[in-house]
């Protein structure tokens, strides 16, 4: 009886250290991604294509993108809102006056945003940059699997 | 039976469970407005602005699944390991994210990034909680495996994912470090948070079901942890196949994501095997578990689907993908939490029971409605954005979702009284007193001469059973 019971929590002691094993592999695997990511060279394309000295404009950008809630509405390679188009080309393909005209005057069911002209010279160049990065959506359901760079 | 009620959650464990039925509610109603505003963008542009309904539908649809999540696994640790120390402070600090992340955001001072809608600093606060939380599980570890290995391993494994993927998230948005960058840890953070959840959800799922003394599903082979290790921490690619990220990326992503056709395989031999069972026949919480399983094969299929590229080049950034996410959302996670709840609410009444599986297929039919109707516009946007600009295909788009609204009112309508029925179980309000009703009704039948006359209405759920097996109780008798 006693010799069952002592077989029975060498199991599940074993169990319990296969279980914490396969947690801590699951969790190493996940540190190599953050790791391998940190160090793979993501800029390396939006770099080529704008100048050193416009990264800060860019990254306060992105701050104002956030701060006024454009995400609600508008989405960057399809992460956002649905509501208004997606803007990863918008700056190439409506052209720099009009997106200020409409962040300035509001179009349709979207407002007028009352942002300086140091926020409104960031968003551009944030969309700018975005507009750099590749095509999205692309003009065909056949075009290269991995993207359209430019 | 006496085990059963034995296994009751106390009050404190159903306040517990308020918050996230709320949060459900809330997102239901929130969602209905937002549903509206998809079809007549300009309506009421100032007081119902798309810039706050938005982030606030997706938060009170995150906070369900993180404060059901956390309320399940404090129910399942008091359950089998005891105490859960300090539980009235965790309750308050869950109020305190809900209430003053909503309030926040509501006033627009949201983060204003996608799915952590809530200001930056709160990110603390829930991260911390979901600490706790894994720490308490590893505490308690040997019970839980002891129970079910495999439950114990994703839900532990889940809880440390969602607090890995809230920190990954929070650093990104503090660290700022560029779109390009940002595009790739913005993906592997949310898929991280997702998985996590959804892993901790099945886990919990899987102690849940497991009776006093049962031993649940042991650990997987090998070889499929290898597998399910590989495509929980790969597919997170396959979001962005367009976007300016390194090709090594997206062609691992590619293969874990075809992959996981092999969990798709399972899953569809899990349901064949179920298959026969009747409503009222298992045990109150089974409904939940059947209808979480269906659209876990759902999920997986259309997710499979959407990771091939030719299909994801068409579909991606639409509104497919909103129907692909809402029906992960409503037809997975609500029914693994409200199943998890029921499953400790302790009654052993096969009237709720039936009951419950009707409401759970109401959910299921309303779900299906508004998922191929956002499926069908996503698709009409897909194609029409190849050739056409936005201005130019946007109000054919938005014709596809003029049914939107009407469906939205109908899930929201059936998640209420789905809620508003496992509420009143969970209190013991109606349940009993109307099951004795129901046998009333049967004694008065002609075909129900094999059931004997109520003598004590504490044996009202055995009495029920009887009168099924005699087939003297029907679902239009329960209704």
């Given at each position: 009886m006693a010799h069952g019971r002592t077989d029975q929590a060498a199991e599940s002691r074993g169990q319990t250290r296969q279980v914490l094993t396969r947690i801590g592999v699951v969790v190493a695997g996940y540190l190599v991604y953050v790791l391998a990511v940190s160090v793979l060279p993501l800029g390396a394309r939006a770099a080529d294509a704008?100048?050193?000295?416009?990264d800060a404009q860019v990254l306060l950008g992105q701050r104002v993108w956030r701060a006024s809630g454009c995400t609600s509405c508008h989405a960057i390679y399809g992460l956002g809102?649905?509501?208004?188009?997606?803007?990863?080309?918008a700056y190439s393909r409506m052209g720099e006056a009009y997106l200020r005209t409409v962040i300035g005057k509001g179009v349709r069911a979207m407002p007028a945003f009352e942002l300086s002209d140091e926020r409104v010279d960031a968003v551009v160049a944030f969309l700018k940059h975005a507009d750099r990065t590749g095509v999205y959506p692309?003009?065909?359901?056949?075009?290269p699997v991995f993207g359209v760079g430019r | 039976m006496r085990q059963e009620q034995a296994q009751r959650p106390c009050a404190g464990s159903r306040l517990l469970m308020v918050l996230p039925t709320i949060c459900l509610l809330a997102a239901a109603l929130v969602g209905v407005i937002v549903g509206v505003k998809s079809v007549?963008?300009?309506?009421?542009t100032g007081l119902l602005s798309m810039r706050t309904l938005q982030p606030l539908h997706a938060f009170l649809g995150v906070s369900f699944v993180l404060t059901g999540l956390a309320a399940g696994t404090i129910i399942v640790l008091e359950q089998q390991g005891g105490r859960f120390a300090g539980r009235g402070l965790f309750t308050g600090a869950l109020v305190l994210f809900v209430v003053g992340s909503a309030g926040l955001i509501a006033t627009?001072?949201?983060?204003?990034?996608e799915y952590v809608a809530?200001?930056?600093?709160?990110t603390v606060l829930i991260g911390g909680l979901f600490t706790i939380l894994s720490v308490n599980v590893v505490r308690h570890l040997r019970t839980l495996a002891c129970v079910s290995a495999e439950g114990a391993w994703l839900l532990g494994l889940g809880l440390v994912l969602v607090v890995l993927g809230l920190a990954e998230r929070s650093s990104e948005v503090m660290a700022a470090p560029g779109m390009t960058r940002a595009l790739t840890i913005e993906w592997h953070a949310l898929d991280t948070f997702f998985a996590g959840w959804n892993a901790a959800l099945y886990g919990l799922g899987m102690l849940a079901i497991?009776?006093?003394g049962e031993r649940g599903r042991p650990l997987r082979s090998r070889w499929m942890f290898v597998l399910a290790a590989f495509c929980l921490l790969s597919t997170f690619g396959h979001h962005h196949y367009?976007?300016?990220?390194p090709a090594v990326l997206k062609s691992i992503a590619l293969l874990a994501s075809m992959l996981a056709a092999v969990s798709f395989v399972r899953h569809v031999w899990t349901l064949i095997r179920e298959r026969g069972h009747k409503p009222g026949?298992?045990?109150?919480e089974q409904a939940f578990f059947r209808a979480a399983e269906v659209f876990t094969l759902a999920a997986i299929g259309s997710g499979v689907l959407l990771a091939i590229p030719h299909i994801n080049i068409v579909l991606?950034?639409?509104l497919a993908i909103v129907a692909h996410s809402m029906g992960s959302m409503i037809g997975v996670n609500v029914m693994l939490i409200l199943g998890i709840f029921v499953r400790y609410a302790g009654r052993n009444d096969p009237a709720w029971s039936i009951r419950l599986t009707r409401r759970v297929r109401w959910v299921g039919v309303a779900l299906v409605l508004v998922c191929v109707d956002l499926l069908l516009a996503g698709a009409a946007e897909g194609i029409l954005r190849l050739d056409l600009p936005f201005q130019e295909f946007d109000s054919r788009v938005r014709l596809w979702l003029v049914p939107l609204p009407a469906f939205g009112l109908v899930l929201a309508a059936t998640i209420g009284l789905l809620c508003r029925e496992v509420w009143l179980g969970l209190q013991n309000i109606a349940g009993d007193a109307e099951s004795v009703k129901v046998l009333r009704i049967i004694e008065a039948?002609?075909?129900?001469?094999?059931v004997e006359p109520?003598?004590?209405?504490?044996e009202v759920g055995a009495k029920l059973a009887q009168a099924r097996t005699v087939g003297a109780v029907s679902s239009a008798d329960v209704e």
């Open positions: 704008l100048p050193a000295n416009s809102g649905h509501t208004g188009p997606d803007l990863t080309n692309t003009s065909s359901a056949f075009a | 007549r963008p300009e309506w009421q627009g001072h949201g983060s204003g990034v809530w200001p930056i600093g709160m497991c009776r006093p367009m976007s300016p990220q026949e298992g045990p109150p991606h950034g639409t039948k002609p075909g129900a001469s094999g109520i003598q004590d209405e504490m």
